[in-house]
C-alpha cells in the first residue's frame, strides 16, 4: 500500500513561488501532481518520468513550474514560481503504475490528501 503526504501549501502573493512536497511511503513509479480548483475538474499538471526523470506539463504551468523527485528519500516536489491567482486550487501528488496519458487521473491509483495554494491578487 502506497501512502502520500503532500506538504508546502499556503497563502501568497501574484509573483511569488512555493514549493511542494509530496513524501510517499511504499513502491513508487509514475508521480505526477494535479490540481483542483472549486467548480473546476481535476487538472492533471506536471508529471516527472520512471527511469529517465523526463518531465512533462500542462501549458498552464509551463516555464512557471517544475517537478522534480529524489529518489532516495522517495519524494516528489513541484517548485512554483511567478504564481498567479488562477493558481489557487487544492494540489495533489498521485502515483500509479499504468501506463498511459500522464494526465489521466484514472491512471493513478493512489493520491494525497492535497495541499491548499492560494494566490492573491
Known amino acids: 500500500q502506497v501512502q502520500l503526504m503532500e506538504s508546502g501549501g499556503g497563502s501568497v502573493q501574484a509573483g511569488g513561488s512555493l514549493r511542494l512536497s509530496c513524501a510517499a511511503s511504499g513502491s513508487t513509479y509514475r508521480m505526477g501532481w494535479f490540481r483542483q480548483a472549486p467548480g473546476k475538474q481535476r487538472e492533471g499538471i506536471a508529471f516527472?518520468?520512471?527511469?529517465?526523470?523526463?518531465?512533462v506539463y500542462a501549458d498552464s504551468v509551463k516555464g512557471r513550474f517544475t517537478i522534480s523527485r529524489v529518489n532516495a528519500n522517495n519524494t516528489l516536489y513541484l517548485q512554483m514560481n511567478r504564481l498567479k491567482p488562477e493558481d489557487t486550487a487544492m494540489y495533489y501528488c498521485?502515483?500509479?503504475?499504468?501506463?498511459?496519458?500522464?494526465?489521466?487521473?484514472?491512471?493513478?491509483?493512489?493520491w494525497g490528501q492535497g495541499t491548499q495554494v492560494t494566490v492573491s491578487s
Open positions: 498521485a502515483a500509479g503504475q499504468r501506463a498511459g496519458r500522464w494526465s489521466d487521473a484514472e491512471l493513478y491509483a493512489y
Open positions: 516527472i518520468y520512471p527511469g529517465n526523470s523526463a518531465t
